[in-house]
């Protein structure tokens, strides 16, 4: 008994030793392959920092937020939505007939009032939404920049809580700013004008053209996402970075997105096809989108945070940030005459050290 024991023990010490025996040599062969490929060694470095710094959940947060702004965004569309009706007698009772036509018994009429409270409401509902959406829209951007802030592995900003407000306010103004220029540059990019100028120069029954057409879209609407993640990348920070370290993660997250944009799209259309996916499918599917593209965001900020050199030429930046920042306190204070007040003080301060004025610093006298 005693010696199938061992017998037992000592065969699963050898299985064990083969097993760290792999390990080791796979530990080893990656290893060699990360110094022969820096590419590689990169993306290591890369999955690495998302997982160290939990990236998942700060894209899990962002999402939150996301969609907690919609709803004074949608707030905001109905109180515009009722200002264009009241303006315009013909379209509201347009679409007041074409409800009545459409649907049935009663509820034609609950929403034809429903419009009517809307329309009456605007002024009230248009505010609150504005509000609300201030708000929400503070707490999305400060979730965002939090969440590049990790990655990049930045100190805690000492900022108060009204500079940081402050400074989030102008982040969402300007994020916003980019994200209709780069969403309209995509949208027409996807619209049909392309299609129209290649049959104005006389192309539009050649073979190809439906590919070229294609292809440049694709191109366009790559090189606005680029733009809009370099500028996410490098700008949102609390501390900003330098942009030429966001220029690649840009692209690879632009590149990323593009494709993610159209394995989402068939996805969709296969998942609305059953009357359950036409109910929930477009919420879900609008949800995965936010998660999924904070994902590509914060990975390619983990990419660009871990390229060789961008954490130095980072903390150069802040010095020269905080240079210019004590530079400009320098001269308020030069501007104000608050130096010549601490120079005073300064020098009474040694007067009453020394004795007072005239007097010797030892002797008094």
Do not use: C
């Not at 022969?36 to 999402?63: I, S």
């Not at 009706?85 to 459409?102: A, F, V």
């Not at 370099?230 to 966001?246: C, G, H, M, T, Y």
């Amino acid at each position: 008994m005693t010696e199938s024991a061992a017998a037992t023990g000592a065969a699963h010490e050898e299985a064990q030793d083969k097993k760290e025996g792999v390990l080791d040599r796979l530990q080893s062969w990656f290893a060699g392959l990360q110094e022969k490929w820096p590419p590689l060694a990169h993306l290591v470095r890369a999955v690495e920092r998302y997982q160290d710094r939990k990236a998942d959940f700060f894209a899990a947060g962002v999402t939150y937020y996301s969609v907690l702004s919609l709803f004074p965004l949608i707030m905001i569309g109905f109180a515009i939505l009722g200002q264009v009706l009241i303006q315009n007698p013909e379209m509201l009772d347009h679409i007041k007939d074409r409800i009545t036509s459409t649907a049935q018994g009663g509820l034609a009429k609950q929403l034809n009032q429903l419009i009517d409270a809307a329309i009456a409401s605007r002024g009230t509902v248009g505010t609150v939404g504005l509000g609300l959406g201030l708000w929400s829209g503070l707490g999305w951007i400060a979730a965002i920049r939090e969440s590049l802030t990790q990655l990049w592995q930045q100190e805690e900003d000492d900022k108060n809580w009204f500079a940081t407000k402050f400074s989030d306010l102008f982040a969402l103004l300007s994020f916003g700013l980019a994200l209709v220029v780069v969403f309209g540059l995509i949208t027409l990019s996807k619209s049909s004008w392309l299609s129209k100028a290649i049959g104005r120069v006389g192309l539009g029954d050649w073979s190809g053209a439906q590919s070229v057409v294609t292809i440049a879209s694709t191109v366009l609407a790559t090189l606005a996402a680029w733009v809009l993640f370099s500028f996410v990348i490098s700008r949102l920070p609390r501390k900003a970075v330098a942009l030429r370290d966001a220029f690649e993660a840009g692209l690879i997250g632009a590149v990323l997105f593009e494709i993610f944009l159209e394995l989402a799209w068939l996805l969709l259309k296969g998942v609305t096809n059953g009357p359950a996916g036409k109910t929930f499918g477009p919420i879900l599917g609008f949800m995965v989108f936010l998660f999924f593209t904070a994902r590509i965001l914060l990975f390619s900020t983990a990419w660009a945070a871990t390229e060789r050199g961008a954490e130095a030429r980072s903390a150069q930046l802040e010095e020269a940030s905080r240079a210019r920042a004590g530079a400009a306190t320098g001269w308020l204070a030069g501007t104000f005459g608050l130096a010549d007040e601490d120079q005073g003080e300064e020098s009474e301060g040694g007067e009453s050290e020394g004795g007072g004025p005239g007097k010797d610093a030892h002797t008094g006298r």
